[in-house]
């Protein structure tokens, strides 16, 4: 079975550019997350959908960040524009539904803007 | 709200156990989870408690107390590639996660 998928790896840009991540979460798997990790720091939850539908959004900064998951299946995160303190690991996570005890996360995409 | 307190960094030899506990403060709690990362990688679960009283998966136990809101993950018969950092999470009364700052653990041989 293939694991929770994310692209790019790496991504460098300047300040003000957009940028975009994207993630296939393990199939059958209801519950997504987008967190995002500094060093030496615990993720923290930017956005969680159940199905397609966002249930905590919370901690988005939403006037610069944006996500969507149509079909309820891939999702996308949308940065725009990027700022110097975006800089981090931007992880996408899978479950399935209910009490979320165990989470799968994907690789992660290091974004540096410089 | 919850927040998680765990130490930064834990030392053991090769070979030896070790604990690593967590705090917790919550107005509304399911369960605690523990999670593996290594360096430049994606965290890995590890465990879940939902009630109190010790989890055991091979050489890895968590152990939880909701009266003493507190838990801790015990690393049996350590070897150097269980050098990695480790988190506790609570999952609130929203279904969310909420991550510790997590603790760094040093193996020497």
């Known amino acids: 079975e293939a694991g929770v998928v994310q692209s790019p790896r790496y991504k460098i840009i300047e300040k003000k550019q957009p940028v975009a991540f994207w993630c296939n979460p393990i199939s059958g798997h209801n519950t997504l997350y987008w967190y995002l990790q500094n060093l030496g720091q615990g993720p923290e939850l930017l956005i969680r959908?159940?199905?397609?539908?966002?249930?905590?959004d919370s901690q988005l900064p939403k006037d610069r960040f944006s996500a969507e998951r149509l079909k309820g299946v891939d999702s996308t995160l949308k940065i725009q524009p990027a700022e110097l303190g975006d800089s981090a690991v931007y992880l996408c996570a899978s479950s399935l539904g209910g009490v979320p005890r165990e989470q799968y996360f994907g690789p992660g995409t290091r974004l540096t803007v410089t | 709200g919850q927040s998680l307190e765990q130490p930064s960094e834990v030392t053991a030899v090769e070979g030896a156990i070790v604990q690593i506990n967590c705090t917790y403060q919550t107005s509304g709690f399911y369960g605690l989870s523990w999670y593996q990362q290594h360096d430049g990688g994606a965290p890995t679960f590890l465990s879940y408690n939902a009630l109190d009283g010790l989890e055991e998966t091979g050489r890895f136990s968590s152990f939880l107390s909701r009266s003493d809101s507190y838990g801790y993950l015990l690393l049996q018969e350590l070897q150097m590639k269980d050098s990695a950092s480790y988190f506790c999470?609570?999952?609130?009364?929203?279904?969310?996660?909420?991550w510790g700052a997590g603790t760094k653990l040093i193996i020497k041989p």
């Open positions: 999470a609570g999952v609130d009364s929203n279904y969310q996660l909420i």
């Open positions: 959908y159940e199905n397609e539908e966002a249930v905590d």
